[in-house]
């Protein structure tokens, strides 16, 4: 499937940092996140969006407006060597798992991850990025080394067929960081974003996987990591978000305290003034921006962290995108009756999405 993307979103050359500019706005600014029916033009008029390239026009804006707060995404004009190195390999039934190691922004630090690898006849297979929640243990709970079986996605997974790689966000797991402006990164999402990127470079990079038909999973952390990362990149063409986003104005009534530590959006806090109301994006925006890709907000209805109607109300407005780029039906969402969870009825749902839009 072919998706309408700006080519700007993604670069894969050496680390370096291209900046936007906070003295004068990166693009339109848009009071109406949730009104995704038009686009402004060059004098702040609106403009209806009847055309692909309308929207491509409204989602530039958006991509704009999300690097304010995340930080410009890097775009280096030659990659650091991913170099990956495999520490260990174990048979976990009929799969493979290896623990590598690679580089993603610096020769100086190592991502560490679990890959598993289904037996195959051969034949490259279907690919997908299994991004954990917040948990200490990292890359071990979706690989089934710990945690909630219930998130032991990544073993799953593999169980029915895929390549799968859970890499440790940094500072969890065995991946220390800091985040400390030296690094180059504005956030943490931004840090995380650009290692999913290099993640993707490394599943295309091994003769086991079809480059074409590359997933990513997540759940709450990981729901919203993959939700950001599948923004920017394109390949990753089809996702699933459990437990991962509601609007920012209801998020625990519009308090975004909790999106503002080091990790994720510290600018939210000191820029934004934690206000839903201040900041210039929101995801509505950031769901209608995977058409034509098919994406699956698995949202329970006890979600204390992420409200469902705020997930309903970004499934609305994005539906509209959705049928204008012609896939009405690669837009879904589950809402089950259980709380911040991830349990086998709905992971059923979300894997069978996988099966769907990734093995045909």
Known sequence: MRCLLPMLLIA????????????????PKYAEHQDLSYFLNASGQKQPIKSP???????????????????????????VPLDMK????VAVGELTRKKISYHTDSTERRVKAFLFLPK?????????????????????????????PNLHY??????????????????????????APAHGYTSGSMKAIYDNIRAVDLLQSLAEVDKESI??????????????????EPRIKCLVSNCGFTRFHKYYNGALKGWTSSRYMPLIN??????PDEVPFDFPEIVASFAPRPFLASSPIGDSNFEVSGVKDSIASAKLIYDLLGAPNALQANYPNCAHDFPEDVRKVAYEFFDKHLKQ
């Open 154 to 179: 990544a073993l799953h997974l593999a169980q029915r067929g895929y390549v799968t790689l859970s890499p440790d966000y940094p500072s969890f797991g065995e991946y220390p960081f800091d985040f």
């Open 86 to 89: 495999v520490e260990e390999e």
């Open 215 to 232: 997933g990513c999973i997540g759940h709450s952390l990981g729901g919203h990591n993959t939700m950001f990362t599948a923004f920017f």
């Open 120 to 148: 195959t006849d051969n034949n490259p297979t279907p690919a997908i990025l299994c991004l954990h929640q917040t948990t200490n243990i990292g890359k071990s709970e979706p690989s089934g080394l710990g945690g909630s």
């Open 270 to 275: 000191s820029r934004h003034h934690n206000s």
């Open 12 to 27: 894969t050359s050496c680390f370096a940092m291209s900046s936007i500019s906070h003295a004068a706005d990166p693009a």
């Open 53 to 79: 390239a309308d929207w491509a026009k409204r989602r530039e804006h958006i991509a704009a407006w999300m690097q304010t707060v995340m930080g410009p995404l890097p775009k280096p004009e030659k990659p």
